[in-house]
């Protein structure tokens, strides 16, 4: 495998009751002046989903309920997510929130995260780490930023089966590309994984170029002033 050097994180801000990582899926993301601004995922999140209502039909024909269905997706994505940050931190997990089921099908998603890393050499420098932008006015939570065979990247992971879709790219190559640069990161390479549970499914990567990036952050940008707008509705 890969050699992956553990970084030193930010001790993380303590609430005054700790129910778990699984009710910290949706971080609030503040300015210095104390007011609170939106997520990058909820300001991608005005664009259209035109597959969305195929999907939900064909879920609805074959009698699984959907909100049940996202969530345990989430709570499969969320429970990745926790593992490869502590694979990455060299800190043993928190497995409490999840059930045995949870566990054993995100071992697919894992297997596909070691096949990438063996292929690679990482030094992370972020994991999981909340950042804000005080120009934009929104916030973001970076999977990885380091050091991949040699070049300043930002990684983004994905669970979710289907592929690697439009709003995924907006949402890392426009927003949390302009996280990083606001704070003073230095990108050189961007990369997208998806490492899907499904027992069909394979490892799938998409790896940017700056053109694309800057295409990406204006479209950002222009959803970043539509989300404010439809806030006044």
């Given amino acids: 495998m890969a050699r992956i050097t553990p970084t030193a994180q930010q001790p993380p801000r303590t ?49 699984i309920q959907t909100g049940k269905y996202t969530d345990e997706a989430a709570s499969i994505g969320s429970l990745a997510h926790h593992l490869i940050e502590s694979e990455l931190l060299d800190v043993e ?39 804000i932008s005080e120009v934009e006015r929104y916030g973001g939570t970076i999977d990885f930023y380091g050091s991949v065979d040699g070049i300043p990247t930002l990684v983004d992971y994905k669970t979710s089966g289907g592929g690697i879709w439009r709003e995924h790219k907006i949402q890392v190559l426009g927003g949390y590309w302009g996280l990083l640069k606001e704070n003073g990161y230095p990108v050189k390479g961007i990369r997208i994984l998806r490492f899907p549970y499904g027992e069909t499914d394979e490892l799938e990567e998409y790896v940017a170029s700056g053109q694309k990036a800057l295409h990406c952050w204006r479209i950002f940008k222009l959803l970043r002033a539509l989300y404010e707008e439809l806030k006044g509705l």
């Fill in 15 to 63: 609430p005054r009751h700790d129910f778990g990582k699984k009710v910290r899926t949706h971080t609030r993301y503040y300015l210095e002046s104390g007011q609170q601004v939106p997520g990058v995922t909820s300001i991608v999140g005005v664009l259209d989903k035109p597959a969305l209502p195929a999907w939900a039909n064909r879920m609805g024909l074959q009698g």
């Fill in 93 to 131: 997990p928190q497995l409490g929130d999840y059930t045995q089921n949870q566990i054993e099908r995100v071992q697919r998603s894992l297997h596909h995260f070691h096949q990438w890393v063996a292929q690679h050499r990482l030094e992370p420098q972020l994991v999981e780490a909340v950042l």
